[in-house]
């Protein structure tokens, strides 16, 4: 009933940033290849910074976005001073990794109060961090000064424009992005937040079946009219 098609941030998974580009270049041609493949519409399905993307792709394309699904994920930083400190951040995060290694780095990634228990399970955890050590970092820290929380221009004042169905999902284990959806859902005008118990950032690994049926049942209830 519904296509789906897996997109790599650019910087993840293998894929390269190109040279000479922006953020808008980029989403307009993965607007283009969808495009070209006959696809007059999508849904986002999206993760954290991937979320954050979304809501771009959103206001770029408005009459392409007709839903989203955003896990954990916000609308940007307010202040033009905390998207500076990010970027310092950022930067300083990139220089840990490059001096830890990728395995040590995530390790204590994940072990960060925003991702609740996760840490505690370590078959888990072990097969993420296998799985994300074949990034580059130096594709990941191009990522990140292109398409961090500091590179990335706020939408909060966007949020009131988005007319389309949008479901927030954020685990009760995290309380820095409860607190956000919160605030993002009283701000958009069609929006569904739900908390998921037992989970922290990383709702999707930690809790799979439950955010797959309340992504189901949003899609069944608001897109298809049932």
């Not at 006959?38 to 839903?67: E, N």
Request: proline share 5%; charged share 20%; glycine share 6%.
């Amino acid at each position: 009933e519904f296509q789906n098609i897996l997109v790599n941030l650019p910087g993840h998974g293998g894929t390269e940033i190109p040279g000479n580009t922006d953020y808008t270049l980029l989403l307009k041609f993965l607007i283009d290849q969808l495009r070209a493949r006959g696809y007059r519409s999508c849904t986002p399905v999206a993760y954290s910074m991937g979320g954050r993307i979304a809501l771009h792709l959103q206001k770029l394309y408005p009459d392409y976005v007709t839903a989203m699904m955003l896990i954990s994920s916000a609308p940007g930083l307010k202040s033009s001073q905390e998207r500076q400190e990010r970027i310092k951040a950022d930067a300083s995060l990139m220089d840990n990794l490059d001096q830890s290694g990728f395995a040590s780095f995530l390790k204590k990634w994940y072990e960060l109060p925003l991702f609740g228990t996760l840490a505690h399970d370590n078959q888990t955890t072990t097969k993420i961090i296998q799985a994300r050590s074949n990034n580059s970092p130096d594709q990941l820290r191009k990522s990140l000064e292109l398409l961090g929380n500091g590179a990335l221009p706020s939408l909060w004042n966007h949020l009131q424009n988005i007319h389309i169905p949008l479901l927030l999902l954020s685990g009760a284990e995290d309380a820095k992005y409860c607190e956000i959806n919160r605030e993002m859902s009283q701000l958009l005008p069609e929006c569904f937040h739900k908390i998921i118990p037992e989970a922290g950032h990383a709702i999707h690994i930690q809790k799979p079946l439950e955010t797959a049926h309340i992504m189901r049942q949003f899609l069944s209830e608001l897109i298809e009219g049932v």
